[in-house]
């Protein structure tokens, strides 16, 4: 059902993240891994307009280059759009401008909050009313970072990453990001983690079936401590990534070396980030990073999930 209500246009707004901790379990008999991840989301927004239309389309801008981007079905926005039509059973379809600035193909879920703001917008605009444990069931058919995506926050991801549960997270912690001239592919990263193991099958633990979030990175969250946190900074594709891409670990060295307390690449690269102690050594670190003719942004955690946001 719609509602004769519905705006015309409604913006809406979802997060990239962080995982602050990624472990990844083995390799299962479908091809996939289980894991267990501690993700934040940060302050760089992915922004969707949605308005109503006969059939589905989307368009890009903001601060990344959105050039290879597909615009057909296989874009995840469009197949959030779709689902949720077919859920509803809503008959026509909407066009979507999509302003990104979180990187593409680079460790912090943009798709994912692109598909998460999407969902949100049309169920707005089309009135469909669907309630929020049912947006989060359709996220999660979408793909594994869309329930956090659409919660935002701090949480605990297992399974595929999509079931959530919160954790407290005290105060804000200060995130500078290292953004790369280039993507890189998920699966290419995973791939690349189960060679890793097998090369090194004689001098690793085996990788557990069902993984687990450290007690450390818990108690560092529900701290606040950003010294505590980067003591416990952790992502098991950091390894498989340097090892496809070996010039991100200079760009690790050398935030280090600048000032962060730690960095990491995240999720599966390869973006870096960067954890700063407080703001000043924030400024400071883009600062020099800035220098070394890097491209950085700095990021606050955690905030919000998908919201509708007033233009």
């Known amino acids: ?159 595929r990453g999509d079931q959530l549960s919160p954790a407290l997270a005290k105060g804000t912690f200060q995130w500078v990001l290292a953004l790369a001239d280039f993507g890189m592919s998920t699966p290419d990263v995973y791939s690349e983690l189960d060679k890793h193991r097998d090369r090194h099958s004689q001098d690793i633990f085996p990788a557990e079936m069902q993984p687990q979030v450290d007690t450390s990175v818990l108690q560092a969250l529900r701290a606040g401590d950003a010294h505590m946190l980067a003591e416990v900074l952790h992502n098991d594709l950091q390894a498989p990534a340097l090892h496809l891409e070996p010039e991100l670990a200079a760009v690790i ?19 870096i980030a960067f954890l700063a102690a407080d703001l000043d050594g924030a400024l400071e670190l883009q600062i020099a990073l800035s220098a070394a003719r890097l491209t950085v942004v700095r990021a606050t955690g955690p905030v919000h999930g998908a919201r509708i946001v007033g233009d």
């Open 1 to 159: 059902m719609t509602s004769s209500a519905a705006p015309k246009v409604v913006h809406a707004r979802a997060p990239g993240k962080v995982n602050v901790f990624l472990k990844v379990g083995a390799l299962l008999d479908d091809g996939y891994h289980d894991v267990a991840t501690a993700y934040q989301a940060v302050s760089l927004y992915e922004d969707v307009r949605a308005t109503a239309a006969d059939d589905f389309s989307v368009t890009f801008g903001g601060s990344v280059d959105t050039a290879g981007l597909a615009t057909d079905g296989t874009n995840l926005a469009i197949k959030a759009a779709t689902m949720l039509a077919r859920r509803a059973g809503y008959r026509k379809g909407v066009r979507l401008e999509i302003d990104k600035n979180v990187p593409i193909a680079g460790g912090m879920g943009g798709g994912s909050a692109d598909a998460a703001a999407t969902l949100l917008a049309c169920d707005t605009l089309w009135g469909t009313d669907l309630t929020r444990e049912e947006l989060l069931e359709l996220a999660a058919q979408l793909g594994s970072d869309v329930p956090f995506a659409f919660t935002g926050g701090t949480a605990i991801g297992t399974g």
């Open 253 to 271: 060295e050398l935030g280090e070396e600048n000032g962060a307390l730690a960095g990491m690449v995240s999720g599966s690269g390869p973006t």
